[in-house]
Structure formats: structure tokens, C-alpha cells
């Protein structure tokens, strides 16, 4: 799903209620420290010349370099990871940028706290920088010089995967995948599926987007939440999520592919590959996504693509709903935003997916999948819920929302009656 931080997925299954913007700079008010003297000014610029030697450091893989810019007592901090820990952690992260900007500063006496913004950038699929908002607990020698005591996610932050242990980077075709606390071997069989999820995203929704995609692996779901800065509760069952900025421009950083391992790992190869093509459509159509977009369209969409060439039939996908058609409960309207909610019930979450899987496969059916493309774009270009949907299905598929929605009702009794 396309979302706050996209979210989506789930056996197969997918999404999650929140859904605009991303994780992106915070801004972060000045703290004056000091009563704002300029000797807090001056340690203050020294605190950003010595993050600079740390940012370096890493990108020059000099790991002396990076344990001087640290305090002597930094490894009995309650941080996730320190020194030659963190340091090695990032060794295989392919990197060409990483920065630190510090954005606020409170100092007392030999003492500091800093808020900054991380800014890196990942070699070959982020075209501008991802931002991690930190907390850095700062002490100063003897000599006069700053030291690294601790390097957290702020309180408005996430973690990052090095925190959770050294990452391994396995590069396919069309794909990276980075994990922590798996082999090379298990990373591959990511690679795989994601190397075969592109080309499929494409055939369906063209080739303007970056047509390759990146994978994170965390070690378990508590690491997962970790990364999504969300309670692991929400997540569980659910086997991807997908984060970047929807609507957002083409000079973004890449949207990630979080994978929840518990979960996957209960997949079948058929599964998998459906998560994975899934994802990666939220991936290409991410400038096209905002808040105009209904996650019926949304989900559906992704859910279209990633069924589309698998020969599965509509009571196959969509079992759920068939219960209710079945039962005499067929659904009177297309889904709404809040039915796709995890909070709820398991069996209205699982009638949504199918629900806009529906709408889009007889769009499919009906008009043509190259106006379904039209017609998704085109709701997008709305920029805003009202009026978006009415106004594409009458652009783009000469019709209105009541008889849209009247043909889905029969479309769906006519699949799964």
C-alpha cells in the first residue's frame, strides 16, 4: 500500500490505514543553550566540523577515524550500536553520500546534546538523500575536543538496519537487498523475486519509473516495527510494507521494501512472488499516489498487477468476498480508506483487498488495461479526494460513479456468485 511511509502486505494481504507522507527532515526548533553565548555558539560549530570527520570517516571506511570522533565511555551507552559495532555494521552498505546537519544544540558545561539530520544516499538508487532525524549525546575532553557518547534515533525518528546488527548486501539485476542476520544465500532468494517483480511492473504500468527497487531484511518482526517506528502489534501477518514518498518527485530517495520475515517465511514461493510484485508496483506508481488516491485504487491496483499474470481466478483471489456473495452479503459500495484498517476485523480487511482487486481487474476487463493506467493517473493528478474519482471515471472511462459502481456490484456477483 502506498502510505504514510507506504505500508502495505500481508500474507496476502496488504495495508495499513495511515497513509501521506513520508519520513522526511524534521524540522527541529533551536535550542539555545547557555542562555545562547557565544561560547555555545563555538562549541557548537565544533560539534558540526567534528560530525563532518565522522561522516568521512564512514564514507572512506576508516574506521580510526570514526572511533576518534567517539568518547572513550561511548560503548557503556544505552545506544543499539557503538564504535567498531556500528562501524562494521555499515561496512557493506554501498554508499555516496552520508552527512550530518545539526539543527539543535544545548550544551551545559562539558556537556551537549545535539539533534541532527543523517543524510545519505545509496550508490546507484538514491537519486536524493534519505533523512534519519538523531539525537547525538556529546562530551568534551579535556583538551577542549567533541566526542560521540551516543548516536540514537530522535524521539520523532526510526531506526536505522545498521543499528540492528552488520548488514549484508546481495545485488541482483534489478534489485538491492540488504539484511541483517541472514546469509548471502537467503538475501539471493530475495533477489530473485524482486529481479523477477520489475520487469512484471513494468509490462503492466510502463517504464516511467526507476525499474529497480530496494529491499531491506530486518533479523525478526520486532525489528521490522524497529525500522517503521511503530508498535510490532500492527504489523504482525503482514509480510512487506513498502515506505517513500508518495506523490513525491522524481529526485526522491528510492521507496524501501521492508520485509517481515516472520511472516514471509510462511509463504510459499507463489506467495512470495505476489508480496514482492505487489510492493513494487507501490514502488513505480509512487509520484502518481496521494492524497486523492483511494486505497482501493491503490491496493487494488497493486494487487492487480501482482495477480495479473498468475491465471488465478477471481474466487481463487478473492475468497473472502466469495463467502460474502455466497452468504447473501455482497457489498453495496466500493471499499472505503477505513476498511483497510488492521485494527478491525480480519474478514472486512481481507473483503477491501478483494474488493479493489475487483474494481480493477473489470476495469481491466471492461476498458482496457492501458486505461486503467489512464485512469489511475489520472485520479492522482486530482491531488486531492474530492471530486478526483468522479472526475477520472468520467475522463477517462466515460462514466459515472453510481453506474462505476453499480457494474462493480454485478461484476463482482457475476465472478463469485
Not at 39 to 66: F, I, K, P, W
Not at 81 to 99: K, M, Q
Not at 255 to 277: C, E, K, S
Not at 327 to 341: H, K, N, V
Request: glycine letters at 12%.
Amino acid at each position: 500500500m502506498r502510505s504514510t511511509r507506504s505500508r502495505s502486505g500481508s500474507g496476502l494481504r496488504r495495508g495499513l490505514p495511515g497513509r501521506r507522507g513520508v519520513p522526511a527532515v524534521l524540522a527541529l526548533a533551536l535550542l539555545a543553550g547557555c542562555g545562547g553565548d557565544a561560547a555555545s555558539g563555538s562549541a557548537r560549530v565544533d560539534v558540526q566540523r567534528m560530525l563532518d570527520r565522522r561522516a568521512a570517516a564512514v564514507l572512506e571506511r576508516d574506521e580510526a577515524a570514526y572511533r576518534s570522533t567517539e568518547a572513550p565511555s561511548a560503548a557503556t551507552t544505552r545506544q543499539l550500536a557503538t564504535g567498531a559495532a556500528e562501524f562494521a555494521n555499515l561496512r557493506s552498505l554501498p554508499l555516496t553520500s552520508w552527512s550530518y546537519d545539526v539543527t539543535g544544540f544545548h550544551r551545559s558545561g562539558d556537556r551537549a546534546t545535539a539533534e541532527a539530520a543523517l543524510r545519505y544516499r545509496i550508490r546507484g538508487y538514491d537519486k536524493a538523500s534519505v533523512t534519519a532525524v538523531r539525537t547525538l549525546s556529546l562530551v568534551r575532553d579535556d583538551g577542549g575536543a567533541w566526542h560521540v557518547a551516543s548516536d540514537e534515533p530522535s524521539e520523532k525518528g526510526t531506526e536505522q538496519l545498521w543499528e540492528q546488527g552488520r548488514i549484508r548486501a546481495v545485488r541482483g539485476e534489478r534489485s538491492l537487498v540488504l539484511g541483517v542476520g541472514r546469509s548471502p544465500d537467503a538475501l539471493r532468494e530475495y533477489t530473485r523475486l524482486a529481479d523477477r517483480a520489475v520487469p512484471a511492473v513494468t509490462q503492466a504500468w510502463g517504464e516511467d519509473w526507476a525499474r529497480r527497487v530496494v529491499v531491506l531484511v530486518p533479523e525478526s518482526l520486532e525489528e521490522m516495527a524497529g525500522l517503521l517506528g511503530a508498535p510490532e502489534s500492527g504489523y504482525r501477518g503482514i509480510a512487506a510494507v513498502t515506505i517513500g514518498e508518495a506523490g513525491g518527485p522524481a529526485e526522491a530517495p528510492a521507496d524501501r521494501i521492508i520485509v517481515n520475515p516472520d511472516a514471509y517465511a510462511v509463504l510459499g514461493d507463489f506467495g512470495r512472488q505476489v508480496v514482492l510484485t505487489h510492493e513494487t508496483t507501490h514502488v513505480a506508481t509512487r509520484a502518481h499516489t496521494n492524497a486523492a488516491t483511494p486505497l482501493w485504487l491503490s491496493e487494488g491496483y497493486a494487487d492487480w498487477v501482482g495477480y495479473r499474470t498468475t491465471g488465478r481466478t477471481a474466487p481463487e483471489v478473492a475468497p473472502e468476498l466469495r463467502r460474502a456473495v455466497t452468504e447473501g452479503r455482497a457489498p453495496d459500495a466500493l471499499p472505503e480508506d477505513d476498511d483497510f484498517g488492521f485494527s478491525g476485523d480480519s474478514g472486512t480487511l481481507a473483503q477491501a483487498y478483494e474488493g479493489g482487486w475487483l474494481a480493477c481487474r473489470m476495469i481491466a476487463d471492461r476498458w482496457g488495461e492501458a486505461r486503467l493506467d489512464e485512469f489511475y493517473r489520472a485520479v492522482g493528478a486530482h491531488g486531492k479526494r474530492a471530486g478526483a474519482v468522479e472526475g477520472a471515471l468520467k475522463a477517462v472511462l466515460g462514466t459515472t460513479l453510481g453506474a462505476f459502481t453499480e457494474k462493480w456490484r454485478e461484476y463482482v456477483r457475476g465472478q463469485l456468485g
